[in-house]
């Protein structure tokens, strides 16, 4: 069973601050991570994918990833109220399908 | 470009009537569409992967004859709830993959049907 695991939260961040989400994932064979946000009552929309190890950034956000720790962060810079939301972490399962995190619930105070 | 729609957006049926929900990919032909549910504070739950032209692929638990899934074309996936109970009341949740493109596992996920059963 693959699995993909993440502190739930809430986690509360001070606006302008940096948010730190984490997620580990079972399957050392996985090759695709992607970051997804949730906004309540909505469906999710795609923030970042990442396939290398390292880190790759875009404007606010940075996907970091540790095949070998087998872990993905993301980092979310100058932290606005607007980014108050669920991020779901997802992790390719191959055959296109995903497994998704249980996403962390992020809330930043003004 | 990539959007996917869902048709309704909410619906609301008595116990025992079957509701049918339709995903559509409007820009791009998906080979590929998901279903997905997800219940109050808690992830979505894949529940079936569908191609066009064959029969879905359930996962472990999920009743295919209670959840018919049709894949007609390369832009249309519909997924049918039979004899509704309201322990199926749930956000349901589809996502395309494009035949082609820089991610051969991005999907895009539908705007989602919340439905409830009296």
């Known amino acids: 069973q693959k699995e993909v695991e993440q502190n739930s939260g809430p986690l509360s961040v001070p606006e302008g601050a940096i948010a730190s989400l984490n997620c580990t994932y079972s399957?050392?064979?996985?090759?695709?991570f992607f970051w997804y946000r949730q906004y309540s009552g909505k469906s999710p929309e795609l923030i970042m994918f990442?396939?290398?190890?390292g880190d790759k950034e875009d404007g606010r956000f940075t996907a970091q990833l540790n095949k070998a720790s087998q872990y993905v962060s993301l980092l979310i810079r100058d932290s606005q109220p607007s980014d108050s939301a669920t991020y779901l972490c997802?992790?390719?399962?191959?055959?296109?399908?995903?497994?998704f995190g249980q996403g962390t619930r992020l809330t930043i105070n003004p | 470009g990539a959007v996917v729609s869902q048709h309704p957006s909410w619906v609301i049926c008595k116990s025992g009537t079957s509701v049918k929900i339709e995903c559509r990919s409007l820009?791009?032909?998906?080979?590929?569409m998901f279903w997905y549910r997800q219940f109050p504070k808690q992830s979505l739950m894949l529940m079936a992967t569908s191609n066009e032209g064959s029969k879905a692929t359930y996962e472990q638990g999920v009743e295919k004859d209670k959840f018919l899934i049709n894949h007609a074309s390369l832009t249309l996936s519909t997924l049918t709830v039979t004899s509704a109970h309201p322990e199926d009341s749930s956000f349901y949740i589809c996502?395309?993959?494009?035949?082609?493109?820089?991610?051969?596992?991005?999907?895009?996920f539908g705007p989602g049907t919340r439905l409830t059963v009296l």
């Open positions: 399957d050392r064979g996985s090759q695709s």
């Open positions: 820009d791009f032909q998906a080979t590929t």
């Open positions: 996502s395309a993959s494009r035949t082609s493109g820089r991610l051969n596992n991005e999907q895009f």
């Open positions: 997802a992790v390719d399962a191959g055959a296109q399908k995903l497994v």
């Open positions: 990442i396939y290398s190890n």
